[in-house]
């Protein structure tokens, strides 16, 4: 925490005066087992500008007049910002889309966005938050800048977008509810919406421009499955093409399925093809009677080149649409099968050969919405309920035993439990250090909150919590939303069990979640059941874990005394349980409790023996931790360039770890310990990049304090009236969090520089507001400004 301006050891030179910069509890929290795993979407170039666009489709067919309709929309004299594509289900709008954006992308320097909304799909749907969440990541904003709400999400979005010339592609919306929060608010982007679904309120409120995709014209249908077998076929009679066309309702998707169906029978008459897909259109008829006409065309192309596949094949493809979600990988695809790898992955080519998946990277996947509904269609039919469970139950068992194999690689300190509700499955994945461990999560983590909902869905009250709780590391990356929603489902789900150990963790994971949103009462609240179950199964080191975790609390009110206290006997406890990592985290939250009274010698030595622990323990997030602490402690006695060199490194190992919440928190200490060598360029450099890690919403104390830092390097190097500038900023941010402390210290920083300003008269109603705070608490430093206020004052 901060220290104040008189040590409790010895005077600090004058002009060392430091701010609050962070807890050592935003690093390694209650029982935290990682230090907060962000995952991306598709990631930006190395320029920075996010090129999100899917690969564009070969063989693409006519739709000119279609093409030109969308150029005059968007990039005629009088464009409109919103152009909604519509029509039936396999009609090509994608496509459509994904052939104008990448023909006009040079007309976007700034970049494209793209993202696949699913609002067809048989699972779950991406809502709009979801959506806004991954394109702010693509958009480099670090995820602990990202907001909590949908309103926050979309505000941050619209500022970031505007003024840029950009694209946003929006595909496969359902409803107007996905949409409108992803609408750029400048007139310089342009979006296009896909949708079975007109989106009336779009056009009348926004005034978007339609272009409606009808079935392709039959010469354009013949000659898109000419062109896609004409390198396999010769001979073939127009007037078979024709019919062939007809029987796929003249739909691109059905036209690809079944001319990759005749491309790979090219000693077999059409018209021998096209009767055996006679014949299994009106199977469907029998079993879809009442449906839809062209989706009954569609799926009974799609039965038509299913049941060509071989048995393995068509069984690979079915239990796939048992998977949560319509992305995945071969290694859960192997399991969901129950097959060797090597086996998986000559089936799933074996699919995507026919078009019925999507290969979208090496080892990854994708369905399309209605193949996605037919491949699950069939499961349901055609395999007995115990062979779906089954299925399932593999899925889930990969996630589970993967995540838990990802918590480990990233622990930094606390407790995994070993998950024991499904067996480990031979494909799990091993990872050789932090970085392939993050690179899963951002592939697998929007997965992981599918398969916990999937084993609540399915009764598996076991599996579902120690899902949870295997995934927590990943979740750290999950939209805030999500994170809370997942943690209140496996817990419901552990009291179901009469899992007292699982509700006691999960309890102190929605403390933590808590905790960082800076809601410290609803924190102590959780942390407090926690500590009752734990009492009550006589688990000791879930009572020590649970109690480092008040203590962290405690810090943040800035009651370090009291903290002090708990770490010294938490120390001691640990010490005798033989808890190494136990010990060390104590020993550097001891520190900082020693350093937020005044006693910086104590806090020196207790940071040096945790980075000595921390290194014996090759605890690379200890050390960092401990680096950190011992820098501010060392800089409050005097030995500034001894501190900076600690700093430093703290901040190489957090970027070293890809850790962002880390890396933040150290860029503020090392900010002040530049500043008080009278490096201000550097200061300011360091305090805007830890500003740029945080956010107004999501740690809105740590962007207070991060402005806070730039007023005041502003102030000591002469600069009084940029000084006011961000003092001002730093105390709505920190009065909209709701955060006195925070308030009091920065509104002391605002009087002073309003003073050094020459705006005396402002001064002293803003003197008068932070008296009334700081005089509320009972640090030294809080005291020391207190005391300095009363000086100021006339």
Known sequence: MAHPDTSGDEPVPAGTRSTLSGTAADVVQARDISGGVHFHGAPATGSGVPRQLPRDVRDFVSRTAELARLDRALLGAEPAGLTVVVGTAGV????????????????????????????YDPGAPVTADQALDRFLRALAV??????????????????????????????????????????????????????RDRLEGVLAHDGAQRVTLETLPEADATALIRALTADYRSGDEPGDRTEL??????????????AERAASRPWMPLAELIGNLRDESRLWDELAAGSDETHDGVRGVFAWSYRSFAPDAARMFRLLGLHPAAEFGACVAAEAAGLPMAAARALLDSVVGAHMLEQT???????????????TDAARREEPPENQRDAVGRILAWYLHAAHAVGTAMRHWGRI?????????ATVPQFADRGAAVEWCRLEGPNLFAAIQ???????????????????????????????????????????????????????????????????????????????????????????????????????RRQFGRAAERFENLRELQRADGDVEGETAALFNLAEAYDGMGRHRDAVGAARYSVALGRELGNRHFELVGLVLLARATANLGGVAEALTDAARGVELARELRDTRTEGWALLDHGRIQRLAGRYDDALSSYRQALGMFSELSVSQ???????????????????????????????????????????LVLAGLAESLAAAGEDAEAGPIRHEAAGLLAQLDDPEAAARLERLRRASP
């Open 92 to 119: 090509g709008k994608t496509a459509l889309a994904l052939r104008w954006a990448h023909r006009a992308a040079d007309r976007f320097p700034d970049g494209q966005l793209y993202v696949n909304l699913r609002g």
């Open 142 to 195: 670090p995820p602990l800048r990202i907001p909590d709400d949908v309103e926050g999400k979309a505000a941050l979005y619209r500022s970031l977008l505007a003024g840029r010339r950009m694209l946003v592609v929006l595909d496969n919306a359902a409803h107007i509810g996905q949409v409108r929060p992803l609408l750029p608010g400048g007139s310089a982007c342009r979006t296009i919406v896909t949708s």
């Open 245 to 258: 066309a007809r029987l796929c309702a003249r739909l691109p998707l059905a036209l690809r399925v079944a």
């Open 361 to 375: 990277a090496a080892d990854r996947y994708q369905f399309h919405d209605l193949l996605r509904a037919y491949a």
């Open 417 to 425: 439990l070993a998950p024991d509700a499904l067996p480990a499955p």
């Open 454 to 556: 999937t084993a609540a869905k399915s009764g598996l009250d076991t599996v579902t919590w120690q899902l949870a709780l295997a995934a927590e590391s990943v979740m750290h990356g999950m939209p805030s939303a999500d994170r809370r929603a997942a943690v209140h489902i496996a817990l419901a789900a552990a009291r179901r069990d009469r899992a007292r150990q699982g509700e006691g963790q999960l309890l102190t994971t929605l403390a933590e979640i808590e905790r960082t949103k800076g809601r410290f009462d609803d924190a102590a609240a959780h942390a407090e059941e926690a500590l009752a179950v734990f009492r009550e199964l006589g688990d000791q080191r879930g009572l020590r874990i649970t109690l480092n975790f008040l203590g962290v609390v405690l810090l943040h």
């Open 702 to 744: 740590r962007r207070a304090w991060s402005l806070d830092g730039i007023a005041t390097t502003y102030r000591e190097a002469g600069r009084a009236g940029d000084a006011v500038h961000y003092h001002r900023q730093a105390a709505e941010t920190a009065r909209a969090a709701e955060a006195p402390a925070v308030l009091g």
